[in-house]
């Protein structure tokens, strides 16, 4: 299997799970601190607004390897979840005066649910099958979009306010909202850690690696696919929500088929089913789509430069070659 | 003028018209997107896109060198394939000893690049491209006004489906096809050239969406994202259908253009939907599609 393998799988496995704590191996556990101190100090450094995009594209690329890089389903839909998260979040916290976490919280609820109706579905087929499926599926919510009233249409929702963090603190000011995203970030991040290294997902990858093997040892791996499912898209629309909070505003962009590919490629760019991979292709590319906003369509041409050139050369993504040349798993 | 169901029936008929156009574009690229998978085992991510290169290549000779609609028909699918046969060569022909979703990534960004590069060439907004003067104007049917040129793209892409099977199940080159789908490496053993069998498959395939472009350049307007809307309701397409059978993909196409177009008539808030709700309701009852193998 191992270079024929979707994920990463192929990385010289550690010799022993020589895990520090949490089960995070030696040099995982460095790249965690150094990313705690990134969120730490970078509010002061950058623009803090410009983080907070990146982390809520980060968690929701992590959402996504979620699946691919750990039972090795790919959904083509995800921006289904991260869209209707954020237009729930924002109907929330305009319309019915919910306060942030609350709203966010309800977005993740909605998605999950969603993706729960439409896991149940797509898990009946497999492979590039499942890809097209959620695909179509996500096609469906965006055309719904375009036509519920409480999405605004091609307006969106606009102007929704950042509230009061559990009514107390409020969340105008650039920083505190920062300090929030950054916490469900983080929050999101060992949620995703703890569940890949439970027994739950050993027998994800177990799925990953060989089906018909895990279901001859007795796992209904159907349940456990569906579960997953679920999990990734109701982080997916945690992401969306922060990220409708963060900006005031959420949109039809959100819920359409590039926004699918874009995590697609943020995961890919990163390594898919490495621990950090998605963090720092989310970095990558939303830091890409910044400095090369004026030219464009030409945004879409590099995007789409990028995908071939990973798919080609460059199969582990970032995260994955560099453990690969430093011998350790990140 | 009589109703039908409570419904006028220029309008039924008339809806019941642009369903079977909306269902002939499904049928010609669902069937390309069967045969492509059949033996490369890729679903072709870029074949909307390469479906509205068929389209722009028309409107350029149109454009640049004055080569009617005639021509086009007849150039476009040629170009569009030799291009397709060259995306194989560089790019896809790679993958193939890797897991298919490669496949799907790769051609996914090939989308993207080729939608880019037209996008920044001609902007979004539409191009218009006119209907041959040999099928302008329509025919009086009593009950409905038919346009010539709607007609002729009906029956020209059922004529063009018919071809391709005829081809697939009745010919020598059809029989090595068939059997390289089932076991590539035996057939090659049996001294015929695979590699180059795949590469003008997938040119094939490609030129047959091309082919839809060029029908589709005087219906809807020449824009950069025509293929990617489409491409999307196809794949629903495919999945209703199942890829196992090339027949199954062009019922599956024209009926499924047809339901659409009927429940413009009946409920059209559902319209944009239907075809995403017809395939979930496959999946639930026949998950391996109304005309595939499990």
């Excluded at chain 2, 006119?130 to 010539?148: K, N, Q, T, V």
Aim: with cysteine.
């Amino acid at each position: 299997m191992s270079d024929t393998a979707i994920t990463a799988g192929s990385l010289p496995a550690p010799k022993a799970e020589n895990a520090v704590a949490w089960g995070f191996s030696r040099a995982q556990f460095a790249a965690l601190t150094a990313m705690i101190v990134f969120l730490a100090v970078a509010p002061f450094v950058l623009y803090p607004v410009f983080i907070m995009k990146l982390l809520c594209f980060a968690l929701f690329a992590l959402a996504f390897n979620l699946l691919i890089g750990y039972v090795g389903l790919l959904s083509f839909g995800h921006a289904a979840y991260f869209g209707m998260g954020g237009y729930i979040a924002g109907y929330s916290a305009k319309a019915l005066g919910l306060s942030p976490e609350l709203g966010i919280l309800a977005g993740g609820v909605v998605a999950g649910l969603l993706g729960a109706v439409f896991g149940w579905v797509a898990i009946r087929r497999q492979g590039i099958y499942f890809a097209m499926i959620t695909l179509a599926l996500a096609q469906m919510v965006y055309f719904f979009c375009v036509q519920a009233p409480f999405t605004g249409g091609e307006d969106g929702i606009q102007a929704i306010p950042r509230g009061s963090f559990l009514g107390v603190v409020p969340l105008d000011r650039d920083m505190a909202m920062y300090w929030l995203v950054a916490g469900i970030f983080l929050g999101a991040f060992l949620l995703i850690h703890r569940i890949v290294h439970s027994p739950f997902g050993q027998v994800l990858k177990a799925i990953r690696e060989n089906e018909p093997r895990t279901i001859s040892l007795g796992y209904k791996t159907d349940q456990y696919k569906l579960v997953a499912f679920i999990l990734s898209t109701a982080l997916a629309g945690v992401a969306g929500a922060t990220k409708s909070l963060v900006f005031g505003i959420a949109t039809l962009t959100d819920v359409h088929w590039a926004m699918s590919g874009e995590v697609v490629l943020m995961t890919l760019v990163g390594g898919l089913g490495t621990t950090f991979g998605p963090v720092i292709g989310a970095a990558v590319i939303v830091t890409m789509q910044n400095y090369l906003a004026e030219l464009g369509a030409w945004v879409t041409v590099i995007q789409g430069v990028i995908f071939v050139a990973c798919v080609l050369a460059f199969r582990r993504g970032i995260i994955g070659e560099l453990g690969n040349l430093l011998k350790v798993k990140l | 003028m009589e109703d039908l169901f409570g419904i006028p029936a220029p309008l039924l008929f008339g809806q019941l018209l642009l369903g079977l156009i909306n269902g002939a574009f499904y049928a010609m690229l669902s069937l390309g997107l069967a045969v492509i998978f059949g033996l490369l085992n890729i679903v072709n991510m870029a074949h909307g896109a390469l479906f509205m290169m068929g389209a722009f290549v028309a409107w350029l000779l149109l454009d640049k060198l004055g080569l009617g609609y005639w021509w086009a028909l007849l150039l476009s699918p040629f170009i569009v394939g030799a291009f397709g046969v060259v995306l194989e060569k560089l790019f896809i022909s790679r993958l193939y000893k890797l897991d298919h979703l490669y496949g799907l990534l790769l051609t996914f960004g090939l989308a993207l690049v080729i939608e880019g590069v037209f996008r920044n060439e001609f902007g979004s907004s539409g191009l218009p491209y006119r209907i041959p003067p040999e099928l302008a104007g329509s025919w009086d049917l009593d009950f409905m006004f038919l346009p010539i040129y709607r007609a002729w793209v009906v029956v020209f892409a059922l004529v063009a489906c018919l071809a391709t099977w005829l081809v697939i199940e009745k010919t020598r080159l059809g029989a090595y096809l068939r059997a390289a789908t089932e076991n590539a490496p035996l057939v090659q053993a049996f001294g015929v050239n695979v590699p180059r069998m795949v590469t003008l498959t997938y040119g094939a395939g490609v030129a047959l969406a091309a082919l839809g472009g060029v029908l589709a350049a005087p219906i809807y307007s020449v824009n950069p994202q025509m293929g990617s809307n489409l491409i999307i309701v196809v794949f629903a397409v495919v999945v209703i259908g199942g890829m196992g059978s090339i027949l199954g993909a062009v019922l599956t196409g024209f009926g499924l253009g047809i339901v659409e177009g009927m429940t413009k008539v009946f409920y059209p808030e559902a319209s944009a939907t239907v075809i995403f709700v017809i395939m979930v309701i496959v999946l639930l009852a026949r998950p391996a599609g109304l005309f595939g193998r499990a």
